[in-house]
């Protein structure tokens, strides 16, 4: 089982950065893909980027490719979404997950879920 609670959210003016984290408890964190994705109202859920279980293969939606980075510190069962270059149109709240293992596009393929942060970008 894993158990996630984002943090990092808040109102940043654009062209900002914010640094969203997820805590996952438990051990079981390195053997999972952890993915974040957002969702605007409105709107249906979005990917916006997902990291492998080993760390690698870091992926991102090209509505964020080049602005936001995702990482994992596996000493403190974490990952982070560093989000630089914010855009009103990135407002919306950002929610963590976890997958067995390998990264995935689709919310359906994600076992875990956090609560979510609000992220706010205004103009």
């Known amino acids: 089982q894993v158990q996630l609670v984002e943090s990092g959210g808040g109102l940043v003016q654009a062209g900002g950065s914010l640094r969203l984290s997820c805590a996952a408890s438990g051990r079981t964190f390195s053997g999972y893909a952890m993915g974040w994705f957002r969702q605007a109202p409105g709107k249906e859920r979005e990917f916006v980027a997902a990291?492998?279980?080993?760390?690698?293969?870091?992926t991102y939606a090209d509505s964020v490719k080049g602005r936001f980075t995702i990482s994992r510190d596996y000493a403190k069962n974490t990952v982070y979404l560093q989000m630089n270059s914010l855009k009103p149109e990135d407002t919306a709240v950002y929610y963590c997950a976890a997958r067995a293992w390998a990264i995935s596009y689709y919310s359906s393929n994600y076992n875990y879920w956090g609560q979510g942060t609000q992220v706010t970008v205004s103009s």
């Open positions: 990291i492998s279980g080993t760390g690698g293969s870091p």
